[in-house]
C-alpha cells in the first residue's frame, strides 16, 4: 500500500496566487522528499526534509514536516504557468544498511493558469 | 540533468514475449530504481539495486527480474509480458540515502 498521500489530487489556481498541498504517511520515516513531475517527463526532486526538521525553504517552495501528525506540505508561492506540473511526496522508511528505498504517493495535478 | 538514458523509450510487444528495457547511467551512483507508473497509482517499485550484483524486492516484483553486472547498468526483464504490465517504467538513481533522479521513461504497451 502507499505510503504517502497526496492532498487533493488535483489543485487549479490562478497565476500570482500560493499552492499549497499535502501529504501523510503511515509509518515513522527517515526523511520526506518532494518530486515535481512535467506531462511525460521524468520526476524532479524539489526538496528533502529529515525528520529531525520541522520546515525547508528552497526558492518559492516551502515544506514542513508535522512527525507527530505524519504529515507534510508544499507550498509554492507566487505560482507561475511553469509550475504545472503533478507533485508527489515520497517518504523514506528504510531502517538502515543497504536497504533505501522510497515509497511514493500518488500525486497532486496542479493546474496554474494564466 | 543526470546522466541517465533508458533504451528503448518507446516499445510494443506481443502477450508472452520477453522484454528487456534498460538503464545505464554515466554518474557512477550506487543505487538503481525501477518503478512504473499506471494512472491512480502513483509511483511503485518494482526491484531495485545496490551494488553490482546486490539487488532486491520492491512492491510489485511479480512478474519482473532485474540484472546489475556493472554499476551503469540495471536491466528490467519481463519474462513473459502480461497486458498488465503494459506501463510507463521509469529508471532512478540514487548515490547515498537522499534524492533520486530519474531517466526519461520507457513507454511499454503489450497487446
Known amino acids: 500500500s502507499q505510503q504517502g498521500e497526496e492532498d487533493p489530487q488535483a489543485l487549479s489556481i490562478q497565476e500570482g496566487e500560493n499552492a499549497t498541498m499535502n501529504c501523510s504517511y503511515k509509518t515513522s520515516i527517515n526523511n520526506l522528499q518532494w518530486y515535481r513531475q512535467n506531462s511525460g517527463r521524468g520526476l524532479v526532486h524539489l526538496i528533502l526534509?529529515?525528520?529531525?526538521?520541522r520546515e525547508k525553504h528552497s526558492g518559492r517552495l516551502r515544506v514542513t514536516l508535522d512527525t507527530s501528525k505524519k504529515s507534510s506540505s508544499l507550498l509554492i508561492t507566487a505560482s507561475r504557468a511553469a509550475d504545472t506540473a503533478s507533485y508527489f511526496c515520497?517518504?523514506?522508511?528504510?531502517?538502515?544498511?543497504?536497504?533505501?528505498?522510497?515509497?511514493f504517493g500518488k500525486g497532486t495535478l496542479l493546474t496554474v493558469n494564466p | 540533468d543526470a546522466g541517465i538514458t533508458q533504451s528503448p523509450r518507446h516499445k510494443v510487444t506481443e502477450t508472452g514475449t520477453p522484454v528487456t528495457l534498460r538503464c545505464h547511467q554515466t554518474?557512477?551512483?550506487?543505487?538503481m530504481y525501477w518503478y512504473r507508473q499506471d494512472p491512480g497509482h502513483g509511483l511503485r517499485l518494482i526491484h531495485y539495486s545496490y551494488g553490482v550484483k546486490d539487488t532486491d524486492k520492491g512492491e510489485v516484483s511479480d512478474g519482473y527480474s532485474v540484472s546489475r553486472s556493472k554499476t551503469e547498468d540495471f536491466l528490467l526483464t519481463l519474462e513473459s509480458a502480461t497486458s498488465s504490465q503494459t506501463s510507463v517504467y521509469f529508471c532512478?538513481?540514487?548515490?547515498?540515502?537522499?534524492?533520486?533522479?530519474f531517466g526519461p521513461g520507457t513507454r511499454l504497451t503489450v497487446t
Open positions: 554518474e557512477n551512483h550506487r543505487y
Open positions: 532512478a538513481i540514487s548515490e547515498r540515502r537522499s534524492e533520486q533522479y
Open positions: 515520497a517518504t523514506d522508511a528504510t531502517s538502515g544498511g543497504s536497504n533505501y528505498k522510497l515509497t
Open positions: 526534509i529529515r525528520s529531525n526538521e
